[in-house]
């Protein structure tokens, strides 16, 4: 009788403080989870509304639910060339920028040099003026240099790598700034010259920060808008063209370009995941 | 042993530097030199003089201080709270997502893909005033049986806010993420709790993070426009606003520019003020 | 390793910065661009500029019970000219932005007509600073068809430069499940139980023009005191907390959703959205009518141009062109065309108003709308 009188006091602390213990663990996770949520909440509403069959011109009231806007997914006029246009120039700025900016983060952070601190203002100043401005006073460019520069294509191409190079520079900066240079002496060290210790050591020690760089890049050149607008002559990426619709109403067939965009960057970063899964169940196998 | 650029290295920075900082001024130095040269002008469109009008300066200072200033408030109070909701969720993929963290990352950047009106848009059918959430705010009386989001400050901040959120977290999980396991094993080891390990290791190294999220966040916020456009009154008018509405509507090209440039100073006087908080060794690397 | 940036040497290094704005030298050779001369010959391509839902369309044809092709491709069968029609006109502000840069150098804009509306400032700009290319009237003999009230705006007395495409009428929308009828102005911007749920225009023409009317001002004479007394009655409600937002053409979903209990509304949008529950009126002193006109920009075919023009300007043609776009016309015989082929269609006033909602119906003074001093105001009250 004693024993069990004695047990029973010690064992409900025991569950209350193993909660508390439990719940202070994973407060973290939840509160990502929950972070996550307040993210793709909009997302969400986006994804549902594009299987809605509106009753009229308006998307906001769920009716019924159809397949009919996936299936028809071009029946709107342009949207087809807006989001072709749209994913090219991202990936060709994007890929532009993330060259130039890392060229320059490197110089920046490893190197002494006159115009250092006007390098840095240099790649500052676009950050710090408003994309209005931008793209107004590039406008005023191109007018002036018609003979080179047509509106079109290749000017939001040479606008979109002009703002997100400043981009690049910052976020890999944050990561060369921590940067190991023992791993770089090394290598040298060990005979290998600078070109390679940067293919086989530095660049795959950045290659992550390079990376999310790039990640930011093309979302941000996907996503622009304002200084497209003044760039782009008669040329419409997606932004624009949804700018335009959106005065009246927004038609389902944009919900589904959106979220087909939306899926397929999830997609391939769970594939990702399962083979970055596979090569370490691999290594562990070799080991 | 000798390569190329050990032998030339003096050369280095520079041939690093300049294909990217060639980009930079041909097509960003010289326009804001046709911006510099509108800015002084003077007159009615199209028919501008250059005339060096500095009373566009101290005239748009003068009758937009109201917006200004908002702007850098909202601006402010968007960027802590950006680093508040971002810091713990970075935190958790940095050192506890595993596998999955490049998911996770994706999830950040995932509403840049989802175009800025269309995610608006969404927020605007989320928050209407007739909808669930205002209802259930309502219901809680949280909100008066009037209240509603839109329209409003917070809906305003909260835009910009959602809007610049991967702007603070990309920078600051690159930061994070170089972080040593074995530094903070190593703070246990010398019977540092979590939270003192957290605050006398981890705080600090993130620090280049903190610092160019925030810098990331804060001065674009500073110029938009679309937020308080489309999720506010006109009591909430941005800088940006102004300057949109001069150069579209009232065609004032001489003042848009004036003020584009009045923008960018307050930002330049607010990025020294930082450097010499956070020490600008921070700032530079 | 890393040297520090003192404070001192980043303000230089600004000011070293700064100073390369002063370019003036290599500003003096701006402009002047060689303008593409408007050819005298007739082209095989039209390349038309227009808003948004201003066109039939098979959908829209069949709705209005319309058959046959659409006005585009009936132009392309009698005339051989391909039409490239773009909706590219989002809003007159932001479309005159896009080609102000080109026009002012004297460079075409690749478009043979464009369409912007007289209830604001860009259209008297494309004519004063002479973007506009004269009409071939020899060209446009349909141009008597044109009905008496358009004759002669303020803007183009002799109709040298523009032809009216479209109108549409201004006037108050409510939405039913939100509130009863809203029917004055002085309703909308005072009645308390809207407080927080009205909208009006960022456009001054339209908003001001229903406000002068209310104040018994005539909105197409306007004189600084008008302007005052109608300015005041906004600023008034904008106070108070009345006016939610300055919309553009994007106040219909939200007046949909109850976002909004009622707003300046635009007949047509009204109309094109077929939401029973939305109801629209003209304010009891009276609405504003616009119209968007066509003109040639610099480096348009003006032969071509107006053989498109002379073609819309048959009555026929407007009436399938009023039906399929739910818009008002100002061809003359258009509502008596529009009977043949559709009577219950085009009973309906919003497309084709009577006599009497004409009569209500009144003009902006483009003397009001391209004076700098108002607008400067005005973008005041909406805090720009």
């Not at chain 1, 209350?16 to 407060?27: G, P, S």
């Not at chain 3, 003999?141 to 009216?164: C, G, M, S």
């Not at chain 3, 709308?369 to 005041?380: M, V």
Request: proline share 5%.
């Amino acid at each position: 009788m004693t024993s069990v009188a004695a047990a029973s006091p010690r064992a409900r602390p025991g569950v209350a403080r193993r909660a508390w213990a439990f719940a202070k663990r994973h407060a973290l996770a939840v509160y990502a989870l929950l972070a996550v949520g307040y993210l793709m909440l909009p997302i969400a509403v986006v994804i549902l509304f594009s299987f809605n069959k509106p009753a009229g011109r308006f998307n906001y009231v769920w009716e019924e639910f159809t397949f009919d806007n996936w299936i028809d997914w071009n029946a709107v006029l342009g949207i087809q060339n807006a989001i072709v246009t749209s994913i090219e120039i991202g990936l060709l700025a994007t890929v532009v920028a993330t060259a130039l900016g890392t060229l320059i983060a490197m110089a920046i952070v490893r190197h002494r040099f006159v115009g250092r601190g006007a390098t840095n203002l240099l790649v500052f100043l676009p950050m710090s003026t408003p994309e209005i401005v931008l793209g107004a006073s590039l406008l005023t460019l191109f007018l002036n240099t018609t003979a080179i520069f047509q509106l079109g294509f290749v000017t939001i191409f040479i606008a979109h790598v002009m703002f997100i190079v400043s981009f690049v520079v910052v976020t890999v900066k944050a990561r060369l700034i921590g940067f190991d240079r023992h791993l770089e002496e090394a290598a040298m060290d060990l005979g290998a010259n600078e070109l390679t210790t940067f293919r086989k050591v530095t660049l795959p020690l950045i290659a992550p920060a390079m990376l999310a760089a790039a990640l930011l890049g093309f979302a941000l050149s996907i996503d622009d808008f304002v200084i497209t607008y003044f760039n782009a002559g008669g040329t419409q990426t997606f932004p624009i063209f949804v700018w335009g619709i959106a005065r009246v109403a927004v038609p389902p067939q944009v919900n589904v370009i959106a979220s087909a965009i939306f899926i397929v960057a999830i997609a391939l970063a769970l594939g990702n995941v399962l083979w970055q899964y596979r090569s370490a169940k691999r290594a562990q196998g070799a080991a | 042993m000798g390569s190329f650029f050990h032998r030339h290295g003096a050369f280095t920075p520079y041939l690093l530097l300049a294909p990217g900082i060639l980009w930079l001024a041909i097509f960003f130095l010289i326009p804001l030199a046709f911006l510099g040269y509108e800015s002084l002008q003077s007159g009615l469109f199209p028919d501008f003089q250059f005339t060096w009008e500095l009373s566009n300066f101290s005239n748009g200072i003068r009758d937009y201080r109201e917006q200004i200033v908002r702007s850098f408030v909202y601006a402010g109070i968007a960027t802590i709270a950006c680093l508040v909701l971002a810091y713990p969720l970075v935190y958790w993929i940095a050192f506890r997502a595993g596998p999955w963290r490049n998911l996770f990352l994706l999830f950040i950047v995932a509403p840049f893909f989802v175009t800025y009106l269309v995610r608006t848009l969404a927020w605007l059918n989320i928050l209407a005033d007739e909808g669930p959430v205002v209802g259930a705010l309502r219901a809680v009386h949280i909100l008066g049986p009037d209240g509603r989001l839109l329209a409003t400050t917070f809906a305003v901040v909260s835009g910009i806010t959602y809007n610049f959120f991967p702007f603070m977290a990309l920078p600051l999980y690159v930061s994070l993420e170089q972080i040593d396991p074995r530094l903070l094993e190593a703070a246990k080891d010398l019977y540092a709790s979590s939270t003192q390990a957290f605050l006398r290791v981890t705080l600090p190294l993130s620090a280049p993070g903190i610092v160019a999220g925030t810098l990331l966040t804060f001065i674009p916020a500073a110029g938009d426009f679309i937020n308080a456009a489309l999720l506010g009154t006109p009591g909430q008018a941005m800088i940006g606003n102004v300057i949109q509405a001069k150069f579209l509507e009232s065609l004032d090209y001489p003042g848009a520019a004036s003020l584009s440039f009045v923008l960018m100073g307050l930002i330049l006087v607010a990025l020294l003020v930082y450097a010499r908080i956070v020490g600008s060794e921070r700032l530079t690397g | 390793m890393n040297p520090r940036l003192t404070r001192q040497e980043l303000l230089r290094r600004g000011a070293a910065g700064t100073a390369l704005l002063a370019f003036p030298s290599l500003l003096a050779a701006c402009g002047g661009g060689d303008g593409d001369e408007a050819t005298g010959e007739l082209k095989d391509v039209l390349n038309f500029s227009n808003w948004e839902l201003y066109m039939d369309t098979p959908q829209t044809r069949k709705a209005a019970g319309l058959t046959g092709p659409t006005t585009l491709q009936q132009f392309t069968a009698e005339t051989q000219i391909k039409v490239n029609y773009f909706e590219d006109v989002i809003s007159n502000s932001e479309y005159f932005a896009t080609v102000q840069g080109r026009l002012r150098q004297g460079q075409g804009i690749d478009r043979d007509i464009i369409v912007s509306t007289d209830n604001d400032r860009f259209l008297g700009t494309y004519l004063s600073n002479g973007w506009a290319l004269k009409l071939d009237k020899s060209l446009i003999p349909n141009i008597e068809n044109l009905v008496d009230a358009q004759a002669h705006p303020p803007f183009d007395p002799d109709r040298e430069y523009t032809l009216p495409w479209f109108s549409g009428m201004d006037g108050i929308a409510w939405n039913e499940d939100v509130t009863g009828p809203v029917t004055t102005v002085t309703q909308l911007l005072e009645d308390p139980k809207l407080n927080g749920k009205v909208g009006v225009w960022n456009s001054m023409g339209d908003t001001l023009g229903l406000v002068m009317l209310e104040n018994g001002d005539d909105p197409a004479k306007v004189t600084d005191e008008s302007f005052d007394r109608a300015l005041a009655v906004i600023q008034k409600a904008q106070d108070a907390g009345q006016i939610r937002r300055f919309y553009g053409n994007d106040y219909a979903q939200p007046l949909s959703t109850g976002d909004l209990a009622a707003s300046m509304a635009w007949s047509g949008d009204i109309l094109n959205l077929g939401d029973p529950k939305l109801k629209w009126v003209i304010p009891e002193k009276g609405g504003i009518i616009w119209t968007d006109n066509m003109l040639i920009p610099t480096g348009g075919s003006v032969p071509t141009a107006s053989t498109y023009m002379n073609f819309v300007y048959d009555p026929n043609i407007a009436a399938q062109l009023s039906l399929g776009a739910n818009y008002i016309s100002s061809v003359k015989g258009v509502p008596e065309e529009a009977a043949k082929l559709n009577p219950d269609a085009a009973a309906n006033t919003l497309a084709f108003p009577t006599d009497d909602m004409l009569s209500q119906m009144h003009q902006n003074d483009p003397a009001m709308l391209t004076n700098p001093d108002y607008e400067k105001r005005w973008l005041a009250v909406q805090g720009k």
